[in-house]
Nanobody
C-alpha cells in the first residue's frame, strides 16, 4: 500500500524560506512520477512541481525559480525547498505519487501540510 506523509510546514514572513519533506512508502517508482501540489480552501488544486520517471522536473508558472523539488529514491523522500515566499504562497501543500492506471496515472496523496506566509 502506498503511503505518503508530509512534514516541514509552518509559518514564515514574506521573503522567508521553508523546506517541505514527503516520506514515501510502498511505492514502486515509475514514469508517472511524484509531485507537489497546493490548495487554498475554496480554490482548485495547483501543481507546484512534478518529477517524472526520468528525473525531469516541471514547475507551475507561479514558481518562477523560487522553489526546487528533488527526489531521493534511496531515502524514499521527496523534498520541496521554497525560497522568497510570498503571502500568496499560503496554502496546504500535498505530495502525490503516481501509479499507472488503466488509461492514465492515478495519484496517491499525503494528508498535506499547512504553509502560511505573513506580510
Amino acid at each position: 500500500q502506498v503511503r505518503l506523509e508530509e512534514s516541514g510546514g509552518g509559518s514564515v514572513q514574506t521573503g522567508g524560506s521553508l523546506k517541505l519533506s514527503c516520506r514515501i512508502s510502498g511505492f514502486r517508482y515509475n514514469f508517472c512520477g511524484v509531485s507537489w501540489f497546493r490548495q487554498v480552501a475554496g480554490q482548485e488544486r495547483d501543481l507546484v512541481a512534478h518529477i517524472i520517471g526520468d528525473g525531469e522536473t516541471y514547475y507551475g508558472d507561479f514558481v518562477k525559480g523560487r522553489f526546487t523539488a528533488s527526489l531521493d529514491k534511496a531515502k524514499n523522500t521527496l523534498t520541496l525547498q521554497m525560497n522568497s515566499l510570498k503571502p500568496e504562497d499560503t496554502a496546504i501543500y500535498s505530495c502525490a505519487a503516481g501509479s499507472q492506471g488503466r488509461d492514465s496515472c492515478v495519484n496517491t496523496w499525503g494528508p498535506g501540510t499547512q504553509v502560511t506566509v505573513s506580510s
